[in-house]
């Protein structure tokens, strides 16, 4: 695949992860995991299924004596073992609990149990993208950094919000959930300083008249988290550092002299 190709599966990948963790709770409070998307990250990681018990298993290889498993419920372990010793742990018949040495282990499963909850699925998430090509050339900036001019130019909403994605992600730049709804997309650089963490320059693209901005200012981490403040930016109190194909010029120049062509897995 591509290098848009692999990134877009990144944004899938991490996407999937973010909403299987969200379901996650504690214990007592009734939650039921999004096994959906846990089922399609699963599969991505080339995992396969196992029913035993009642139970659903996944496995690279269950042929193997021993191995990974993960089992698919609302603790969402990952066992170091055989599927019949997770089906007995889990799910064990009389016969097998009242024999002493089963019945420590189904009341004890720390011995095999590797990770859990949201643990599980950071690690299938980092499995996943470890096997993306997430490298980049210069051809491919320049490629993005084309179409860019072209959903800019032909007010393209949906490819502008794309191309800046895809600059987000090469460049680090994290995006403010809640501006979003204020008809605006808003990327913006974390840098960690003595004092703490800042953020700085802006990128903003407006969607109702098509308008991309970039402002160098530094914002505190609650500024950074506020709709009002990139409210107050384009509401014509601060001048603009640049504007429409000049900030595109900006972020491909930026790309272009990363020292390492290759987008890291945080």
Do not use: C, W
């Not at 139970?55 to 066992?79: H, T």
């Not at 470890?130 to 949906?158: K, M, N, P, Q």
């Not at 600059?167 to 204020?182: M, W, Y």
Request: no cysteine; proline share 3%; glycine share 6%.
């Amino acid at each position: 695949m591509s290098f848009k190709e692999n990134l877009q599966q990144k944004v899938t990948v991490e996407e999937l992860a973010e909403k299987v963790i969200a379901s996650i709770g504690a214990g007592s409070s009734g939650y039921k995991i999004d096994k959906t998307h846990m089922r399609a990250l699963l599969e991505m990681a080339g995992y396969e299924p196992l029913e035993r018990r009642g139970l659903e298993m996944y496995a690279r290889d269950f042929s193997k004596e021993k191995g990974r498993i993960v089992l698919l419920d609302n603790e969402l372990k990952v066992y170091d073992t055989d599927a019949d010793d997770v089906a007995m742990r889990k799910n064990p018949i009389l016969a097998e609990m009242v024999k002493f040495r089963n019945i420590r282990k189904i009341l004890n499963d720390q011995d095999v149990v590797v990770s859990a909850k949201s643990e599980t699925v950071r690690a299938i998430r980092r499995e996943i993208l470890e096997d993306l090509d997430l490298s980049f050339t210069e051809a491919d900036i320049e490629e993005i950094y084309r179409e860019g001019l072209d959903a800019l130019a032909h007010e393209e909403t949906e490819n502008m919000i794309e191309i800046l994605d895809i600059f987000g992600e090469i460049l680090g730049l994290s995006s403010p959930s809640g501006p979003l709804s204020g008809g605006m997309a808003v990327y913006v650089r974390k840098t960690e300083t003595k004092h703490g963490e800042s953020y700085g320059p802006v990128y903003i693209f407006l969607f109702s008249d098509n308008r991309l901005l970039r402002y160098v200012v530094t914002l505190s981490p609650a500024e950074s988290r506020k709709s009002a403040t990139y409210r107050d930016l384009v509401s014509g109190k601060t001048e603009p550092a640049a504007e429409g194909p000049a900030v595109l010029d900006a972020l491909r120049e930026k790309a272009l002299a990363l020292p390492e062509k290759r987008i890291s897995i945080a």
